[in-house]
């Protein structure tokens, strides 16, 4: 098993920038694809980006190519969000997500994964 908890969200103004945080615990960090989801209300929750076990495969969403970046440090356990040019579209609550895998598909939906943190806002204001 591995517990999820994300941190950094905030308050920003269109066109700022945040860096989201979802760090693990638990065994096998490094086993597990991870994925960042978000729910804007009154909306179903959507794929953001998702990253394999080595950190060098990543696949983002049309929406956010170019401004959302995803990456991890197996090391330290963490995944990371780095949000840059944002867009008040961009509000919403930001989930990170892990599945057990270690192969080279890309899961996108949000049942493709196992644990999930318990998110962080994120608001950008116009």
């Known amino acids: 098993q591995v517990q999820l908890v994300e941190s950094g969200g905030g308050l920003v103004h269109a066109g700022g920038t945040l860096r989201l945080s979802c760090a693990a615990s638990?065994?096998?960090?490094?086993?597990?694809?991870m994925g960042w989801f978000r729910q804007a209300p009154g909306k179903e929750r959507e794929f953001v980006a998702v990253?394999?076990?080595?950190?060098?495969?990543?696949y983002s969403a049309d929406s956010v190519k170019g401004r959302l970046t995803i990456s991890r440090d197996n090391a330290k356990n963490t995944m990371y969000l780095q949000m840059n040019s944002l867009k008040p579209e961009d509000t919403a609550v930001y989930y990170c997500a892990a599945r057990y895998y270690s192969g080279s598909n890309y899961y996108i939906g949000r049942y493709d994964y196992d644990y999930w943190g318990q998110g962080t806002q994120v608001t950008v204001s116009s």
């Open positions: 638990g065994r096998r960090f490094s086993s597990y694809a």
């Open positions: 990253i394999l076990t080595s950190g060098d495969s990543t």
